[in-house]
C-alpha cells in the first residue's frame, strides 16, 4: 500500500497496558457524528480516495507513521475523570459485554480521515486475534495472531509485520477488561441510543492518541468506535450483523512468518 504499504482492528491487547483511571474534571465529548452515506463525497481538502483513503484509514488506526520494529513503550499518565455513579454503572455494564464475547463474527464499514469508504467481514478470537477482511476491489487482508499485526497485499504479494501493542484498540481483544480500572478514560455520556465512551492513551514513541467507542444504550453492544490518532486524524469503524455462536477457524489467525526470516 502506498506510502506505509503495509499496512486495523489488529485489535488488540499488546505488551503495553492502558493508563489507569483517577480522579479530575470529566471532559465533554462531542456528539458522535453518523457514518457518512455511501457515495457522499469527501471532504474538499482530501487528495485520496479509494484504496488512497482506505491507506490514510489503517495509518490512523496502527499509526503508521512510526517505525515498525519500535519497541512500545509504557504509556504516560493523562488527565483522567471523575465518574459519577450512573457513568460508572455503565462503564461497568460495557466491560462485562466487552468480556463476555470470546468470539465474534460479523461486517463492518470502515470510513477514512478523507471519507472514504470500504466494507468486509471480520472475526475474532480471544484473546488476541482478529481478521479484517475487506471486499474487492481492496486487496488487503489485516490479521493478529496474539502477538503480532500483519498487512497482506494479495495483488502485490507482500505482508508487513506490526507489534500488536501498536494499536489503541488491543484491550478489546483481551479476555478480561475492567475499562474503568484498565484505561484512561476521558469522558462518558449517554442518550437513549448510545452509550459512548472517550479513551486516551499517550505513548512516547507514538503520541496521543483517542478512542471513542459507542454501544447500544440497551443492550451493551458495540456499535463503532473511532480512532483519533496523534495527528488528529479519525477512522471510524462500524460493525453490523454480529454473531457470537460462530468459532472462526483457527487458520483464519495465522501468520507466515517465514517471509520474514531472510
Given at each position: 500500500m ?6 486495523l482492528?489488529?485489535i488488540?491487547?499488546?505488551a503495553?497496558?492502558?493508563t489507569?483511571v483517577?480522579a479530575?474534571?470529566t ?7 453518523p ?14 480516495s ?20 519500535a519497541?512500545?513503550?509504557?504509556a ?6 471523575a ?8 462503564i461497568?455494564?460495557v466491560?462485562?459485554?466487552l ?5 465474534l ?8 480521515p478523507d471519507?472514504s469508504?470500504?466494507k ?13 477482511e475487506?471486499?474487492p ?9 496474539g ?6 497485499d494479495?495483488k502485490?504479494?507482500?505482508q ?10 488491543r484491550?478489546?481483544l ?7 480500572r ?5 469522558g ?14 499517550r505513548q ?5 492518541s483517542?478512542?471513542?467507542?459507542m ?6 453492544q ?12 479519525d ?9 457470537t455462536?460462530k ?7 495465522k501468520i507466515?512468518?517465514?517471509r520474514?526470516?531472510?
Open positions: 502506498a506510502g506505509s504499504q503495509g499496512l482492528v489488529g488488540l491487547l499488546g503495553a497496558a492502558l489507569s483517577a479530575a474534571e471532559i465533554p465529548l462531542p456528539t458522535p457524528a457514518l457518512p452515506k455511501e457515495g457522499a463525497a469527501a471532504p474538499a481538502t482530501s487528495a485520496q479509494g484504496i488512497g483513503g482506505l491507506a490514510a484509514g489503517l495509518k490512523s488506526l496502527f499509526h503508521l507513521d512510526k517505525q515498525p520494529e519497541p512500545a513503550a509504557p504516560a499518565t493523562t488527565t483522567t475523570v465518574l459519577n455513579p450512573t457513568q460508572r454503572t455503565q461497568d455494564k466491560s462485562t459485554y468480556s463476555s464475547v470470546q468470539q463474527v460479523g461486517n463492518f464499514v470502515q470510513v477514512g471519507g469508504r470500504v468486509g467481514e471480520f472475526y475474532i478470537q480471544k484473546p488476541g486475534k482478529i481478521r479484517f475487506y471486499d476491489p481492496s486487496p488487503i487482508e489485516i490479521i493478529a495472531d502477538q503480532s499485526v500483519v498487512v497482506r494479495r502485490l504479494a507482500t508487513d509485520l506490526y507489534p500488536l501493542s501498536q494499536t489503541p484498540l484491550f478489546l483481551s479476555e478480561r477488561i475492567d475499562l474503568a484498565d484505561t484512561n478514560i476521558i462518558v455520556r449517554a442518550d437513549d441510543v448510545f452509550v459512548t465512551i472517550t479513551i486516551e492513551e512516547a514513541l507514538i503520541g496521543t483517542r478512542l471513542m467507542m454501544v447500544g444504550a440497551k443492550d451493551f458495540l456499535k463503532q468506535w473511532t480512532i483519533t490518532d496523534p495527528q488528529g486524524y477512522t471510524t469503524v462500524a460493525v453490523s450483523n454480529l454473531d455462536s468459532r472462526p477457524d483457527p487458520n483464519l489467525f507466515d512468518y517465514t520474514y526470516a531472510q
